[in-house]
């Protein structure tokens, strides 16, 4: 059985200095509760140290309550121009899923046929998993890859359900493995100013982690 761990985020790990109540860090930090809802952050690359926390692909996934999305759009023909960015979601209420068809869809090429290869820190939720069936229905041009770093609530009936649903929809759905954590690393994750490039280090785990929900997904399925 993979390895339990039940591990807490530390500020630093939510993005905020641990030694945020203290001097100047105290100006700089922000209550979470003071966000307006339905945030959604976009961008280029995300900081390492939220790659480092929310990508992890442990079991219990304690602390980690967003969704970050990265995605590679591929339009196809000729001058096609390749883009990528990444999503994440502030609050419960406004998914990155749906913040890539309400905001990041509309602006690619209209009637182009499209290969989108999303890379995701866990599975869609049910509702998600819903709105990605109706956007491939509608856009037959659409070809979409989902490498997923974790399982979100696999044991659930409706969500496997969903997932189902999802790949009778023509949706490819893959759990991440080392090399595609290493290919977010080089391409989506903040490097420090003035610093070589570092090299991505794996995680403990990170290989047995990734055959466990291998075969999860794969029994679903």
Sequence with gaps: KMAEKQEEPSNAQNGE???????????????????PPFEIVTGERLPAIF??????????????NKTFLCYVVEPQGKEAVTSRGYLEDEHAAAHAEMAFFNT?????????????????SSSPCVTCAQRICEAL??????RLTIMVGRLFMWEEPEMQAALRS???????????????????????????????????VPWEDIQ???????EKLAEIL
């Design 208 to 214: 047995e982690n990734f055959q466990y929900y291998e």
């Design 17 to 35: 200095p641990d030694n945020a109540e203290e001097g100047e860090g105290k100006k700089k930090k922000v209550k979470r509760e003071d966000l």
């Design 104 to 120: 990041i869809l509309p602006t690619c090429q209209a009637g182009a046929r499209l290969d989108v290869t999303w890379y995701v």
């Design 137 to 142: 229905r509608k856009n037959k041009g659409l």
């Design 166 to 200: 999802m790949k009778e929809a023509g949706c490819k759905m893959r759990i991440m493995k080392p090399q595609d954590f290493e290919y977010v690393w080089k391409n989506f994750v903040e490097q420090e100013e003035g610093e070589e490039a570092k090299s991505f």
């Design 51 to 64: 790659f480092k926390f929310q990508f992890r692909n442990v079991e219990y996934s304690s602390g980690r």
